[in-house]
């Protein structure tokens, strides 16, 4: 089963509920998966999240997700990744600890 690691994580302020930090995560699955990039925002009933190929987190439409994560340094690793070359995982757990200043989270899916 494979295993998802959580490598940016942010908050930004939702003005119209009294600046609640409205959470935002990417995590990233190093195992062989079709789509090794999960993006998720949210809280409970307001929470939302998808799983993209690489190519396709590389889009435009997510880059927000990145930018309020902090989560700008894996683009380059992505960018590789969408070309075919396979991601690095010890060098980038050891990268989102420092940023993070904590070891990443990481989970287990069914598939």
């Known amino acids: 089963m494979p295993t998802w ?3 940016a994580h942010g908050t930004r ?3 119209m509920s009294n600046d609640y930090p409205w959470p935002y995560d990417v995590d990233i699955c190093f ?5 090794p990039v999960a993006l998720s ?3 409970g009933w307001g929470s939302a999240g998808c799983r993209l190929a690489a190519r396709e987190a590389l889009a435009e439409r997510w880059r927000a997700n990145f930018d309020i ?3 700008l340094w894996l683009i380059p690793y992505l960018e590789r990744l969408a070309d075919g070359t396979p991601l690095p995982k010890e060098e980038m757990l ?3 600890e420092k940023r993070m200043g904590k ?3 990481n989970y287990v899916t069914a598939g």
């Open 103 to 105: 070891p990443p989270e």
């Open 31 to 35: 195992d062989g998966v079709a789509s």
């Open 41 to 43: 925002e949210g809280v």
């Open 13 to 15: 302020a939702l003005a």
């Open 69 to 71: 994560t902090n989560g």
């Open 5 to 7: 690691f959580n490598l």
């Open 94 to 96: 050891l990268e989102a």
